[in-house]
């Protein structure tokens, strides 16, 4: 998680970020290309016949369906705009068919878009002849899928090497480097088995040590963790949460889940009938949502549990700390600081990993985002 930190509480402040000791980012009002790793403008995705038809319907206001019936094609993906800056998570989140799969595969050039740019790692793909594509593909960017895609006739530390193998390094250095990264998802020792002698947590490990082994700067995950048991994939998260705060990579990640979204995310992006109807941070999408839509996934979300200190305290500023303040870090739930909220008037202070403090918890701004009345 690039974790930057954003104030609670809409109007002036909603747009400003200050940095806590991890990185300073501020997606919300960046717009420039060199900031951003993924510049996504305009894309559409008609799949069949007639797309210009289909889409100047869809421009006019008609639903996926409609358009269907109409023109025989699908529009599965409309006129969606986003930047993604280093070291951010952006989560796409939305039920089956809202076209997330078909939005990731037009972002990562795994198929075309209909129109619309897409620029990744300042190249934009559609301008770019092959050979700087398959150079991006190969060392720039990598994708992991929800059903892992793996090579069943190969070893794991084979499948882990493939994209070294592909970039032509040597067989002792490659393995090397894919044992090395096995013990980076926990599968030390397993390098010499193949696939099917894995559990599906364990192979989706394998899929996301096999990501990282070109040591990519962007990377595209599909659910990768939908098809695990629920266990499995909370530890998965936690990981990938673990992961992202060392290596810091820009990650693009697919999910129909709104509580994996809200746990990974730094901006959430919610999908519906091929189109964003809404960007924001976690808080952002709790306190305000867009539409009845994104509310219906606010009501049931398990807020306290899920949300961090860091991303609902508020700057330090130039507040005057009581040492009598309770202390809690920036990754703490917002569950365990809640009894020290309501048993006492003071604020929590937020410290960062260093124990330096950087923020406070007040009870009713960390009311205003728990509570489903005030959502
Ligand atoms: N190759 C294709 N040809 C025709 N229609 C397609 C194709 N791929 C996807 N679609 C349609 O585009 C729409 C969006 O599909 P997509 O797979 O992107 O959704 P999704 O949000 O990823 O769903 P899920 O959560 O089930 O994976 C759907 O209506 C789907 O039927
Ligand atoms: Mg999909």
Redo the contacts with the bound molecule.
């Keep these: 998680m690039s974790r930057s930190i954003r104030p609670t509480g809409s109007g002036s402040n909603a747009q400003s970020t200050v940095e806590v000791g991890i990185k300073v980012m501020d997606t919300a009002t960046d717009t420039s290309n060199e900031a951003s790793r993924v510049r996504v403008e305009g894309v559409w995705?008609v799949?069949?016949k007639r797309p210009e038809e289909a889409r100047q319907m869809a421009e006019a206001g008609a639903g996926?369906e409609e358009i269907?019936e109409a023109v025989g094609?699908?529009?599965?993906?409309r006129d969606v705009s986003f930047q993604v800056s280093p070291g951010e998570t952006f989560v796409v989140m939305?039920?089956?068919?809202?076209?997330?799969?078909?939005?990731?595969?037009c972002v990562s050039h795994l198929?075309e878009p209909t129109e619309g740019t897409v620029e990744v790692c300042g190249t934009e793909l559609t301008q770019a002849d092959s050979a700087t594509l398959r150079d991006l593909r190969r060392r720039k960017m990598a994708m992991v899928f929800?059903h892992f895609g793996l090579f069943p006739h190969r070893t794991v530390v084979d499948n882990v090497a493939y994209g070294l193998e592909v970039q032509g390094m040597d067989r002792r250095e490659r393995q090397e480097r894919a044992r090395e990264l096995l013990g980076t998802v926990g599968l030390e020792g397993w390098g010499d088995h193949h696939p099917q002698q894995l559990s599906g947590g364990m192979q989706q490990r394998v899929g996301l040590a096999r990501a990282l082994a070109v040591d990519p700067e962007v990377l595209f995950f599909?659910?990768p963790f939908?098809a695990l048991d629920p266990l499995i994939r909370r530890d998965m998260q936690d990981e990938l949460i673990e992961l992202q705060l060392r290596l810091r990579r820009t990650l693009v990640f697919?999910t129909?889940d709104f509580v994996e979204a809200l746990k990974l995310a730094d901006r959430i992006a919610i999908?519906s009938d091929?189109a964003f109807v809404q960007v924001g941070t976690p808080v952002e999408i709790l306190t305000n949502p867009a539409d009845d839509y994104v509310r219906a996934f606010t009501q049931d979300a398990p807020v306290v549990k899920v949300l961090q200190a860091c991303s609902v305290m508020r700057p330090l500023g130039e507040t005057e700390i009581d040492p009598g303040w309770v202390r809690v870090s920036l990754t703490t739930p917002l569950e365990a600081a809640l009894p020290h909220l309501l048993g006492s008037t003071d604020p929590v202070l937020v410290c960062d990993e260093q124990e330096a403090p950087v923020g406070l918890l007040h009870a009713d701004e960390v009311a205003g985002v728990i509570s489903p009345d005030r959502r």
């Design positions: 995705k799949f069949g996926r269907r094609s699908v529009v599965a993906v939305g039920l089956s068919g809202s076209g997330k799969s078909t939005l990731v595969r198929i929800q599909d659910e939908s697919i129909h999908m091929g």
